[in-house]
C-alpha cells in the first residue's frame, strides 16, 4: 500500500519559514518525480514545484517562484518543502504527489498525500 505523509505545516507570522516534509512509503521512492500541490481556500489546486528523481530537475510553478525549494533524500523516501518569506496568501493545504514523470499538471501524479495546513497570519 503506498502512502504518503506530509507534516511539518502550522501556523506562522508573515516573513516566516516553513519547512515540509512528505515520507513515502509502498513504492520504490528513487523511481518518481515528487511534486508539491496546494489548495488555498475557494481556489483550484495549483503546482507549487517539483523535483526529479534524482534531484537534478526542477520545476517551480508561479507560486513557488524565488522563495520555495525543493528537496529529496532518496536513502530516507523523503522530499521536503522550504518555504520562505511566508505571505498571507500562501495559506493552503499542502499536498504532496508522486509521479513517474517530473510534470506541472497534477493528472501526471498517482499518488496524493492527505495534506498539511499551513496558515500565514498577517
Known amino acids: 500500500q503506498v502512502q504518503l505523509v506530509e507534516s511539518g505545516g502550522g501556523m506562522v507570522q508573515a516573513g516566516g519559514s516553513l519547512r515540509l516534509s512528505c515520507g513515502v512509503s509502498?513504492?520504490?521512492?528513487?523511481?518518481?518525480?515528487m511534486g508539491w500541490f496546494r489548495r488555498a481556500p475557494g481556489k483550484e489546486r495549483e503546482f507549487v514545484i517539483g523535483?526529479?528523481?534524482?534531484?537534478?530537475?526542477?520545476y517551480v510553478g508561479d507560486s513557488g517562484e524565488g522563495r520555495f525549494t525543493i528537496s529529496r533524500d532518496n536513502t530516507k523516501n523523503t522530499v521536503y518543502l522550504q518555504m520562505d518569506n511566508l505571505k498571507p496568501e500562501d495559506t493552503a493545504v499542502y499536498y504532496c504527489?508522486?509521479?513517474?514523470?517530473?510534470?506541472?499538471?497534477?493528472?501526471?501524479?498517482?499518488?496524493w498525500g492527505q495534506g498539511t495546513q499551513v496558515t500565514v497570519s498577517s
Open positions: 509502498g513504492l520504490t521512492f528513487s523511481n518518481y518525480a
Open positions: 523535483i526529479s528523481w534524482n534531484g537534478a530537475a526542477t
Open positions: 504527489a508522486a509521479s513517474q514523470s517530473l510534470d506541472y499538471s497534477e493528472a501526471q501524479y498517482e499518488y
